[in-house]
């Protein structure tokens, strides 16, 4: 009885022994096996992290740093359609653009019989009479903005003459000397030889000259500062 009861302590003693070793080397390996899930998520995330960190779409730069070539497009549109400033000093006295004598006058929106187109139209020019071959000078100092030929007015010029105001001189002769586009001319100066105006052929030989102002044509007699007696 006493060797029975003495053979089951011992049983009982090895039976915790065992599962004390069982717990500890449960213990440790699972430990062992905690670390080696962290180390591996460490390493995957200092992975995802260099290959993240090493794309770079563009160089970081500090507040107030200037920045060179790359071109600036916000408005070049409208530095493309802004025409080109210009100083033009004016002289105190306008030139009539060809002699004095009126052939027709300028009228003012009213409706005029045209020999030419056998119709009524308005007129928004001043017809100064003269022959061929006369010259034709500029009215005041300014810059030449266009030369061209229109099947209807001939050889025309046009001359910015500054404040907004344009001077056409229209019916100039091709084959004689014309200003060129873009140059400077003076009150006074021969800018072409009068020709033909095939829209008022029927007419006397005349210079059709008009004047607008910020595009808006006005009457050429007083834009000059002139009255008609002055062309008397």
């Known amino acids: 009885m006493k060797n029975s009861v003495k053979s089951l ?3 009982y003693i090895i039976l915790t022994v065992i ?19 962290i180390s591996n998520v460490t390493e995957v995330s200092e992975t995802v992290y260099r290959s993240t960190t090493a794309v770079s ?53 009213e409706l005029v019989f045209s020999n030419t187109m056998e119709d009524w139209r308005t007129h928004n020019g001043i017809d100064f009479g003269a022959e061929k071959g006369t010259e034709v000078v500029a009215v005041n100092n300014g810059i030449v903005t266009r030369v061209y030929d229109n099947s209807l007015y001939g050889t025309v010029v046009e001359i910015d003459h500054g404040e907004g105001m344009t001077a056409k001189y229209c019916s100039l002769d091709p084959e004689g000397y014309v200003v060129a586009e873009g140059a400077r001319v003076t009150a006074g100066q021969t800018i072409g030889m009068l020709g033909t105006l095939p829209i008022e052929s029927a007419d006397p030989d005349h210079l059709h000259f008009e004047i607008s102002i910020k595009g808006q044509t006005v009457d050429p007699i007083e834009a000059m500062g002139k009255t008609r007696n002055d062309l008397r």
């Open 19 to 37: 599962l004390a070793l069982v717990g500890v080397f449960t213990f440790i390996f699972a430990r062992r096996g905690t670390a080696g899930k």
């Open 57 to 109: 779409f563009y160089e970081p730069t500090q507040a107030g740093e200037n920045i060179t070539g790359i071109e600036d497009e916000r408005y070049a549109s409208e530095a493309e359609t802004e025409p080109e400033t210009t100083d033009i000093q004016r002289s105190s006295e306008f030139y009539l653009p060809m002699g004095n004598r009126i052939v027709k006058d300028y009228s003012g929106g």
């Open 9 to 11: 302590g011992k049983f």
